[in-house]
Nanobody
Framework: QVQLVESGGGLVQTGDSLRLSCAAS?????MGWFRQAPGKEREFVAA????????RYVDNVKGRFTISRDNDKKMMWLQMNNLQPDDTAKYYC?????????????????WGQGTQVTVSS
């Protein structure tokens, strides 16, 4: 397992942007972002394959969020534009056990501590 550290969360207004970062302590395969709002289950947001070629998003962030990675820097990012109050959640970075895109939490074996994103209306 690798250690993952997220950063970049904060309090913003509707329509603003944020860029979340995830720093890994070692080599990772496919990676993803998940989020958990108060009183709700953790949900998939976006995932990226090991090469960065393939990406997948949950429907309600398509066109607004962009996932990217730099394997040399051991970094992953989530660019979030046009943020909405429903995007308010704690966002988690995760590393999977496969090189291909994974959307299920059970496929991930390393998790960060999360970074809070709050969008005010």
């Amino acid at each position: 397992q690798v250690q993952l550290v997220e950063s970049g969360g904060g309090l913003v207004q509707t329509g603003d942007s944020l860029r979340l970062s995830c720093a890994a302590s070692g080599v990772t395969l496919s990676m993803g972002w998940f989020r958990q709002a108060p009183g709700k289950e953790r949900e998939f947001v976006a995932a990226i394959s090991w090469t960065g070629t393939n990406k997948r998003y949950v429907d309600n962030v398509k066109g607004r969020f962009t996932i990217s990675r730099d394997n040399d820097k051991k970094m992953m990012w989530l660019q979030m534009n046009n943020l909405q109050p429903d995007d308010t959640a704690k966002y988690y970075c995760a590393a999977a056990k496969d090189v291909n895109i994974m959307t299920s939490m059970s496929a991930y074996n390393s998790w960060g501590q999360g970074t809070q994103v709050t969008v005010s209306s």
